[in-house]
């Protein structure tokens, strides 16, 4: 177990709806990522929380967002699906600030949404 | 020309077997290298973190690094049924990026028993 912990699970919606996933880092982590993991695309990195700010954009489209709230769990907001987001969304976290290369990542056991 | 090359695999070994998985990558601006494992409907793992060029064993799993010819292996020995998964590359660029871990797509691994 990683300690990370990603709710919901699993995700049903139909298209152009509006879905919020969850994300709890490890004890102690101040840095969140999050990252879609497709067949094609492989694990893509979306956006990364340092400490309630936002410190990196990865490939992420407009009608996603996060945040990361004072208790350092942090949210991805996907609206106006599409059947293209359909994917496993990951969470992962790391104890040291962004700029430091000593920061592996560990993750969660993702969201699998489904975009119907 | 992507930035980090992986074999989709799949690679099939009998159990025992030593297994040799890699990743190829164009940028020297990665420094930071790590190997995960990830099962079927779970997040990956971290399995290996190493930031020089050369060898690091932890038990059966010992990664290689060669900067200069941009090239990084991941090496099972004695392998089991349960590594069986998908094995993914992640490298980090230097110079204080914050913008996460670049992975190779995985190979997918069965080890035969």
């Known amino acids: 177990d990683s300690g990370v912990t990603q709710t919901p699970k699993h995700l049903i919606t139909a298209t152009g709806q509006r879905v919020t996933l969850r994300c709890s880092p490890r004890s102690g982590d101040l840095s969140v990522y999050w990252y879609q993991q497709s067949l094609d695309q492989g694990l893509q990195f979306l956006i990364q929380y340092y400490n309630g700010e936002e410190r990196a954009k990865g490939n992420i489209l407009e009608r996603f967002s996060a945040q990361q709230f004072p208790d350092l769990h942090s949210e991805l907001n996907l609206s106006s699906l599409e059947l293209g987001d359909s994917a496993l969304y990951f969470c992962?976290?790391?104890?040291?600030?962004?700029?430091?290369?000593?920061?592996?990542?560990?993750f969660g056991n993702g969201t699998r949404l489904t975009v119907t | 020309q992507k930035e980090v090359e992986q074999d989709p695999g799949p690679l099939s070994v009998p159990e025992g077997a030593i297994v040799s998985l890699n990743c190829t990558y164009s940028?020297?601006?990665?420094?930071?290298f790590m190997w995960y494992r990830q099962y079927s409907r779970k997040g990956p793992e971290l399995l290996m973190y190493t930031y020089s060029s050369g060898n690091k064993e932890d038990g059966r799993f010992t990664a290689q690094v060669d900067k200069s010819s941009k090239y990084i292996s991941l090496f099972i020995r004695d392998s089991q049924p349960s590594d069986s998964a998908t094995y993914l590359c992640?490298?980090?660029?230097?110079?204080?990026?914050?913008?996460?871990?670049?992975f190779g797509k995985g190979t997918h691994l069965i080890i035969q028993p």
């Open positions: 992962a976290s790391s104890t040291t600030d962004p700029g430091s290369g000593n920061s592996p990542l560990h």
């Open positions: 940028n020297s601006a990665f420094q930071y």
């Open positions: 992640a490298l980090k660029k230097s110079g204080g990026g914050a913008d996460g871990l670049t």
